[in-house]
């Protein structure tokens, strides 16, 4: 598994337009998940956490850190897609349990709607 390097990133912003312009999304009360199938080998996370919904910087970088720990674990099954995080409302109420939960049921499904 190892950590989250550079090339497991999405850095620039035209790398997150075009997963949002033709995206698959799955959807919960707290976060919407938005995935595009990309050319390489590994998969790539971009995160989109709005202080607009999760106003804490506290708040919102834990949830950042549960979802990348949760994608690194997740490597293997989601391969070749590039995946951009966004929260729809406040999810800094859920505990890390729940969250990775949640995750690992997004993970799943975006998945199985991808191929």
Same mark, same amino acid.
């Given at each position: 598994?190892?950590?989250?390097? %550079?090339?497991? #990133? $999405?850095? +620039?912003?035209?790398?997150?337009?075009?997963?949002?312009?033709? !995206?698959?999304?799955?959807?919960?009360?707290?976060?919407?998940?938005?995935?595009?199938?990309?050319?390489?080998?590994?998969?790539?996370?971009?995160?989109?956490?709005?202080?607009?919904?999760?106003?804490?910087?506290?708040?919102?970088? %834990?949830?950042? #850190? $549960?979802? +990348?720990?949760?994608?690194?674990?997740?490597?293997?099954?989601? !391969?070749?897609?590039?995946?951009?995080?966004?929260?729809?409302?406040?999810?800094?109420?859920?505990?890390?349990?729940?969250?990775?939960?949640?995750?690992?049921?997004?993970?799943?499904?975006?998945?199985?709607?991808?191929?």
């Amino acid at each position: 598994m190892g950590r989250f390097s %550079r090339q497991q #990133r $999405l850095l +620039r912003p035209e790398q997150f337009k075009r997963v949002f312009n033709k !995206a698959t999304r799955v959807n919960d009360a707290h976060f919407s998940i938005l995935a595009q199938l990309n050319q390489k080998e590994t998969a790539r996370l971009g995160l989109a956490i709005a202080k607009k919904y999760i106003k804490k910087a506290v708040a919102r970088n %834990r949830i950042k #850190r $549960l979802v +990348r720990e949760s994608f690194r674990h997740h490597q293997e099954l989601l !391969a070749g897609v590039d995946i951009v995080v966004t929260c729809r409302s406040d999810a800094s109420h859920l505990t890390n349990q729940v969250i990775q939960a949640r995750l690992v049921q997004h993970w799943h499904n975006l998945v199985t709607k991808l191929k």
